[in-house]
């Protein structure tokens, strides 16, 4: 089992509800788990063959419940899933539903009479100016300060692996970034005999090591009694003395 993370430039596209479109998913990779579990699989009673245009807007045998972070939560899969989806097809098909999963969702957050705002679109999304000012006023070193300053405004990749090895490989590898999935990479050789409960396992399994990678906003304190002004000369004290433990620490 492997994480790893890549920190990227600078990013801002949450208020944009066609971008997930604008970039091409990277390719997928044929790649060679835990007991099996009902808690997020659930089963279609679709038994339909979909056409070739079906197949290109989403999958027909495979669907996708997401949370805020545009990570899947619930996997639903039809009856006719092992019938009709070949090994090496499971990776183009667990994409393909995920695309239509982040695409419903973001089309119902924009089908609103109001634009909104970047966290109500992605919780992981580039805090509000208030929010920093919390979350800074709650790091205890000047490193911290900055790489937790870092974290909130820079985009980064995560790539994890399922909890299951064949052969030394992992058959399930998933990356992201801070907005969405980028790639799901099933090994064929084991989803040959692998049932829709297992890779649904594997695949949940991979959301929450991206869930847990993802910055987290949360602050412990409450600020609720001071004003964004107040926050701002309570961060400009902070900043100073932080500034100064370290001159300190090391003169």
Known sequence: MGVSVVTQGWFNHYDDPDEFWDEEPLAVKERQGP????????????????????????????????????????????????????????????????????????????????????????????????????????????????NTFSRMASDAEYSVHGSVASYGENVVTVRADRRYIQSIAVQSNWAASADMHRISDELIWCADQIRSLRPNFAVSESYAKYSDEDLVRQLDRHREYLVQERINAHG
Do not use: C
């Open 35 to 146: 007991a099996a579990s009902e808690d997020s699989t659930y089963l279609l009673d679709s038994a339909s063959i979909p056409s070739r245009e079906q197949r290109r807007l989403g999958s027909s045998f495979v669907s996708m419940k997401l949370d805020r972070g545009f990570l899947p939560v619930r996997i639903e899969f039809s009856r006719s899933w092992s019938r009709y989806v070949e090994p090496h097809e499971v990776s183009d098909e667990l994409m393909q539903a995920y695309q239509s999963a982040a695409s419903d969702r973001l089309e119902t957050l924009y089908s609103n009479n109001r634009l909104p705002t970047p966290q109500e679109v992605n919780e992981s999304a580039i805090p509000d100016h208030r929010t920093i000012m919390m979350v800074l006023l709650e790091t205890t070193s000047w490193d911290q300060y900055l």
